[in-house]
T-cell receptor, first 113, second 115 residues
């Protein structure tokens, strides 16, 4: 039972354009959501997070949107840069579960110069 | 501050053997979590240790175990290795400041290959 799903395994975007990554979840207990970026041979690096009491959080080029009624979140990267080419994971947790993250399957992003 | 370190980085074992992986968290971090990444199952939570006690556990068989020492360093052990245990094992540490979610910082992982 996949509680967090990233339905697009890959995404290709031109440098300077917007990258939009999507994530759906099924567990209503999730109330904190995170995005991580992962390069090959490295561990995931935290990008941005959002609590269920918000519907938007912005940090520089990264914005995460949360639609609780649809159980959907998205990550917008504007403008996309070649260094953004990586695998992106969304993750979710109920705050009560502490650090137990449930991850999506990942979306591989390729930013073309 | 030094990041999360994991040793060894690469390991090759044969079926039936056991293996111990080590994780040193960021200085001052008291929570250590372990994750398994495989192509088929993705990133899956194994367990979390806080103050030397297992606080959370994922859905893995009892062959997977862990412990945390008083200096917050953690080890995980897999006994009776199976081919399907071949994976990247990631350790993450967190400062665990009271109130709210605490960001987890991941190490580079240990790549385990079971032959």
């Amino acid at each position: 039972d996949q509680q967090v799903k990233q339905n697009s395994p890959s995404l290709s975007v031109q440098e300077g354009r917007i990258s939009i990554l999507n994530c759906d979840y099924t567990n209503s207990m999730f109330d904190y959501f995170l995005w991580y970026k992962k390069y090959p041979a490295e561990g995931p690096t935290f990008l941005i997070s959002i609590s269920s009491i918000k519907d938007k959080n912005e940090d520089g080029r990264f914005t995460v949107f949360l639609n609780k009624s649809a159980k959907h979140l998205s990550l917008h990267i504007v403008p996309s840069q070649p260094g953004d080419s990586a695998v992106y994971f969304c993750a979710a947790t109920p705050k009560a579960a502490g650090n137990k993250l449930t991850f999506g399957g990942g979306t591989r992003v390729l930013v073309k110069p | 501050k030094a990041g999360v370190t994991q040793t060894p980085r690469y390991l090759i074992k044969t079926r039936g053997q056991q293996v111990t992986l080590s994780c040193s968290p960021i200085s001052g971090h008291r929570s250590v979590s372990w994750y398994q990444q495989t192509p088929g199952q993705g990133l899956q939570f194994l367990f979390e240790y806080f103050s030397e006690t297992q606080r959370n556990k994922g859905n893995f068989p009892g062959r997977f175990s862990g412990r945390q020492f008083s200096n917050s360093r953690s080890e995980m052990n897999v006994s009776t290795l199976e081919l399907g245990d071949s994976a990247l094992y990631l350790c993450a540490s967190s400062p665990q400041v009271a109130g709210g979610y605490n960001e987890q910082f991941f190490g580079p992982g240990t790549r385990l290959t079971v032959l």
